[in-house]
Nanobody, 125 residues
Framework: QVQMVESGGGLVQAGGSLRLSCTASGLTFGNYAMGWFRQAPGKEREGVSC????????YYADSVKGRFTISRDNAKNTVYLQMNNLKPEDTAMYYC??????????????????WGQGTQVTVSS
């Protein structure tokens, strides 16, 4: 009975910001690394960012490094993705996902155990 629910997506102008949230239930949140993935129409699912179970280590795709920041609040069972200086190429459906303890390889989304339904991010030029 694990549930992952994303929120915070929307339509923004290039250069703008959004903050995505994902709240999990039905699992021991502090035992899971939390990742963000995205998928644009006709494209493969792409690993965007991940934070370890401890919150002490983070990973970012090269395409978003320096613009996006991942964080987690274990007391709220929530992971966040702060997205700044958004670009049209950031347009995608964004998904949060949970994996036991460590992030591993973000190019392997199948290694993540639980997934949310996604929240749409659209960036206009």
């Amino acid at each position: 009975q694990v549930q992952m629910v994303e929120s915070g997506g929307g339509l923004v102008q290039a250069g703008g910001s959004l903050r995505l949230s994902c709240t999990a239930s039905g699992l021991t949140f502090g035992n899971y690394a939390m990742g963000w993935f995205r998928q644009a129409p006709g494209k493969e699912r792409e690993g965007v960012s991940c934070v370890s179970w401890s919150g002490d280590t983070t990973y970012y795709a090269d395409s978003v490094k320096g613009r996006f920041t991942i964080s987690r609040d274990n007391a709220k069972n929530t992971v966040y993705l702060q997205m700044n200086n958004l670009k049209p190429e950031d347009t995608a459906m964004y998904y949060c996902a949970a994996k036991r303890f460590v992030c591993g390889d973000l190019s392997r989304p199948a290694d993540f155990d639980y997934w949310g339904q996604g929240t749409q991010v659209t960036v206009s030029s």
